[in-house]
């Protein structure tokens, strides 16, 4: 698909209380060595469309992470495993509405990455972010 930009995907982080503590269990799970595997019940009709692509959590109603999409794979049971790249990328926490499994994002709704480095009074916290962000503000 020349010219296209990669589909992505969202998907809540249940059973977390906000970004600090998805971060810690993915990181944990990363600095074990272990595969971040996601199961689902089926193969995304539109997996070849999102090569290049990443997976966007949300919580609290917000963007905040992503993770780069490696691949899927079939898991026993006919269920299907979406493989994530071992690193976290801190991104916009624009508002998002909570649904159930995932959705599809495309390049042009997703949100930017934050910068990296800087000084660290140089970013809004993401909580402020967020809600200047609801307002129109930002």
């Known amino acids: 698909m020349k010219g296209m930009s990669a589909l992505s ?9 906000g970004f600090d ?11 074990r060595g272990e595969q971040i595997v996601l ?7 539109r997996a070849d469309e999102m090569a290049g692509g990443s997976l966007y ?15 899927f794979t079939e898991l026993e049971g ?6 994530l790249a ?9 508002p998002r509405r909570a649904h ?12 930017k990455d934050l910068p990296e480095g800087g000084e660290a009074g140089d970013q809004i916290p993401v909580a402020l972010h967020a809600e200047l962000a609801a307002m129109g503000l930002i």
Not at 57 to 71: A, K
Not at 78 to 83: K, P
Not at 100 to 111: C, I, K, M, N, T
């Open 39 to 45: 199961t689902t019940r089926y193969m995304p009709k």
């Open 57 to 71: 959590w949300i919580s609290q109603h917000r963007f905040g992470l992503r993770q780069p999409l490696v691949g």
């Open 21 to 31: 503590e998805l971060r810690a269990r993915l990181a944990a799970r990363i600095e």
């Open 86 to 94: 071992p690193m976290l990328i801190p991104v916009e926490p624009r």
């Open 100 to 111: 159930q499994g995932w959705r599809y994002l495309s390049a042009e709704d997703a949100p």
């Open 78 to 83: 006919g269920r299907c495993g979406i493989v």
């Open 9 to 17: 995907i969202t998907k809540i982080a249940y059973g977390c209380d």
